[in-house]
């Protein structure tokens, strides 16, 4: 049981060094979401597919709140 904490200390300390590279990168990424895409390509999924997956994520997601109204009463139709 003891080697599980000296385990668990290297993974936090990789994923904080993870999170301080992907903020200088100005990813976007908060730690869960980075955690996400660790374990998806720890699980084999492409990089640079996941990468351009997440790009037009965000385009759609911008896409969309530029459409959606900021005020309720936008909402409502003479």
Known sequence: ???VA???SAVRETMDVLLEISRLLNS???ME???ICVRLCEQGINPEALS???KELRKA???LKKQTPSRPEEFLVD
Do not use: E, F, T
């Open 1 to 3: 049981m003891a080697s």
């Open 6 to 8: 000296p385990n668990l």
């Open 28 to 30: 976007g990424l908060d």
């Open 33 to 35: 979401s980075l955690s």
């Open 52 to 54: 351009s997956v997440i």
């Open 61 to 63: 997601s911008d896409s």
